[in-house]
């Protein structure tokens, strides 16, 4: 279940819902008047979502070269790599 608090409990109880966030990794969602305003998470979650969305990115390139026929069979790159690394 999402933590939502006010505007006022962000500004008020800044430490708690800092606690709150590094210790469970989830965002708190702020409101303002009401109605969802922000969403509030630690640095260490922002950057583990944002390196997720990069990995599926990159993911979804190898898919798109899979269905686009862009591959070379495994032989033939380990055979390339084998050369480039010949002293």
């Given at each position: 279940?999402?933590?939502?608090?006010?505007?006022?409990?962000?500004r008020n109880?800044?430490?708690?819902?800092?606690?709150?966030?590094?210790?469970?990794?989830?965002?708190?969602?702020i409101t303002?008047?009401?109605?969802?305003?922000?969403?509030?998470?630690?640095?260490?979650?922002?950057?583990?979502?944002?390196?997720?969305?990069?990995?599926?990115?990159?993911?979804?390139?190898?898919?798109d070269d899979?269905?686009?026929?862009?591959?070379?069979?495994?032989?033939?790159?380990?055979?390339?790599?084998?050369?480039?690394?010949?002293?």
């Open positions: 279940m999402p933590k939502i608090r006010s505007s006022a409990d962000l109880n800044y430490n708690d819902i800092s606690t709150f966030c590094h210790t469970y990794a989830e965002p708190v969602f303002k008047n009401g109605k969802g305003d922000l969403a509030v998470m630690s640095i260490e979650t922002y950057e583990e979502m944002v390196g997720r969305f990069e990995l599926y990115g990159k993911l979804q390139e190898g898919l899979v269905a686009a026929g862009r591959t070379r069979p495994w032989a033939e790159v380990k055979a390339e790599l084998a050369k480039r690394w010949e002293v």
